[in-house]
Structure formats: structure tokens, C-alpha cells
């Protein structure tokens, strides 16, 4: 879980939508989409929130009208109070929840029927789902539910991931881009020492920047969709400042950046192989369907395109 560790302990973002306008919160149809749901429950119900990370959607519920008893959860190290202190409002609201980290939905540190309502915003479907459910069924009460929103394999999000790790290993890979900014800024610091260059010695400066940004611009050229494109665009950003401004680059810098993405690579990763495919959609409701009383998992679309499945299973 170092992965997931590092980007919940260093990032100031409710939700892993980092890129997106969900950064400090889930909106638009997301919310529509929870407050639909929260309409739903009672006043002083119990939930639990499954893979919280910062507290994206234990937030939206606790800000809600109606008044929630809420616990959330996750397996990865987590402190989300830590990051909102100068945000009055997601900080009031995150002292009202209470968090647990580095818990495993597969083995839930609650008595039986604790909570009234589960509720998961693309995280229950990392886990063993099986194992989860089970879990799920034991600490809910009688006619508790589980509603979670979870990866598809075929939505644009998952899409666009398996765009973005074709585009992210042109930089991390061996001999990728990341690796020969590294060479260069490693260059640099030794190139910066030099009281007096000799011209040999600035023309294997003026090459090697030329060169790299050639390097870039190859790369680019030949990405073949707009997706690759916006990929490549938020990536080489971190990058060509240090190029461009070769005397400011560190080591530092540039190694914590390539560790950065690494750890990106790997939750994307995670992120695509956690997704459902229909056939996995199938076999979940035919091996859990006498467990409840009820379960379905159907596909959700915002703005016309497939986002998620929407799993809801009720306890008997």
C-alpha cells in the first residue's frame, strides 16, 4: 500500500479525482447522484464509509441536511485532518467522521450489526469482493445496504487510464524521458560548477538541452489521440521547467518527481485491474445472491458516456 500511503498522506484533495473539479469534493452528477441516495436514508443513521481515502464522500454525507452517524474507512495510511486546516468548512465537517486507517474491508474491525448503511465510492471493488460482502453482510444491521459506485471496465475513466499508462511509460521506463531529464539535470549540477566552460564544453551543454527537448517533442509527435495528448501535456509540465531552467534543477527534484510517477503508475494500475467487467458483473450476483435479499449491479452514464456500475445489496 505504500502507494496509496504516500498519495493520501501528501495530497491535499478530498478525492482522488485529483485532476478533475472533484478535488475538493465530489459535484455535479456525483453529487446528484449521493444526495439521491442520502434522501434515501434516515436521520441518525449509521454508515460507513469503504475506502474513504481523504473523506470525499464521508464529507458529502456529513454536509448532507440530514444528521449521519459516520465511520470511514481505509487500507492505505490515512489523516485527512491534517490537510484541510485552512479549509473551515471540509474541516469542520472531517472532525464529525470518524476515520480509521489501514483497515481492510475484507476484515472489519466493527461487532455485527453496526451500521445501517455502506456506502463506497470507487473503493470497495480493490478488495476481494467476495470477502468485502460478506464482511458487509455481518456488520449491517437487518435491511442494512450496501451502496457503492465502482469502476468499469469499459467507462471513459478506465479508458483514459489505459491511455495515460502508454503515454506514462514513455517517461518512467528505461531510457524514458523522466530518466534522461534525470542525466541531464545530473549533468547540469556539474556543468554549474565550472567557474569558466570552454567551448567544448558549452556546445555539449547547448546539445544536450537541444537534444532532450528534440526528445520531447518526438514523443509527442507521436501520440495519436487527443487523450494521449492531454496526458502528455500534464506530464511534460513537470519536466521542461527543469530543462528551461536548468540552473534552478536539483537531483532531489527531479528523483522525487520519477518516484511521484511511479506511484502513479501503480495506482492506475490498480485502478484498471480493480474495474468490473461485465462477465465479473454476472458472477458476482449469481455467487452472492442468496447472501441478500436482494443485489444489483447496473451501469450509470454522465453526460452520455459510461462512468461506473451501481452496486446495491441489501441484508435480509
Known amino acids: 500500500m505504500k502507494h496509496w500511503d504516500s498519495y493520501w498522506l501528501s495530497t491535499e484533495t478530498l478525492s482522488s479525482f485529483a485532476q ?19 434522501e434515501e436514508f434516515q436521520n441518525s443513521a449509521s454508515l460507513l464509509d469503504i475506502g474513504c481515502g481523504n ?36 474541516a469542520a465537517s472531517l472532525k464529525n467522521i470518524k476515520f480509521f486507517s489501514q483497515m481492510d474491508c475484507e476484515k472489519l474491525n466493527f461487532v455485527d450489526s453496526s451500521f445501517d448503511y455502506l456506502i463506497s465510492q470507487f ?13 458487509a453482510s455481518r456488520v449491517l444491521k437487518s435491511n442494512g445496504e450496501v451502496i457503492a459506485l465502482v469502476h468499469h471496465r469499459n467507462s471513459f475513466i478506465t479508458q483514459d487510464c489505459q491511455q495515460g499508462i502508454k503515454v506514462l511509460s514513455q517517461f518512467i521506463s528505461k531510457d524514458g524521458l523522466a530518466y534522461k531529464v534525470k542525466s541531464f539535470v545530473e549533468f547540469c549540477s556539474n556543468y554549474r560548477r565550472l567557474e569558466e566552460p570552454t567551448a567544448q564544453e558549452q556546445n555539449e551543454f ?68 480493480a474495474s468490473w467487467s461485465e462477465d465479473e458483473r454476472k458472477a458476482i450476483i449469481t455467487n452472492m445472491s442468496s447472501d441478500w435479499k436482494k443485489i444489483e449491479i447496473i451501469p450509470k452514464e454522465i453526460d452520455g458516456e459510461l462512468f461506473c456500475w451501481v452496486l446495491r445489496a441489501k441484508k435480509r
Open 20 to 38: 478533475s473539479n472533484h478535488k475538493d469534493g465530489y459535484q455535479g452528477d456525483v453529487l446528484y447522484f449521493w444526495n439521491g441516495i442520502f
Open 123 to 135: 473503493g470497495i471493488e480493490y478488495s476481494d469482493i467476495k470477502q468485502s460482502l460478506s464482511e
Open 206 to 273: 547547448l546539445a544536450k538541452n537541444e537534444n532532450l527537448l528534440q526528445d520531447f517533442k518526438k514523443v509527442q509527435i507521436d501520440l495519436s489521440s487527443e487523450v494521449e495528448q492531454d496526458w502528455f501535456g500534464q506530464l511534460a509540465k513537470n519536466f521542461i521547467p527543469m530543462i528551461v531552467n536548468w540552473r534552478d534543477a536539483s537531483m532531489h527534484q527531479i528523483e522525487n518527481l520519477i518516484e511521484e510517477l511511479i506511484n502513479y503508475q501503480l495506482r492506475i494500475n490498480e485502478q484498471i485491474k
Open 55 to 90: 473523506g470525499a464522500l464521508a464529507v458529502l454525507a456529513e454536509q448532507y441536511p440530514k444528521r449521519f452517524d459516520i465511520t470511514a474507512i481505509d487500507a492505505a495510511k490515512i489523516d485527512p485532518i491534517k490537510h484541510f486546516t485552512n479549509n473551515e468548512k471540509v
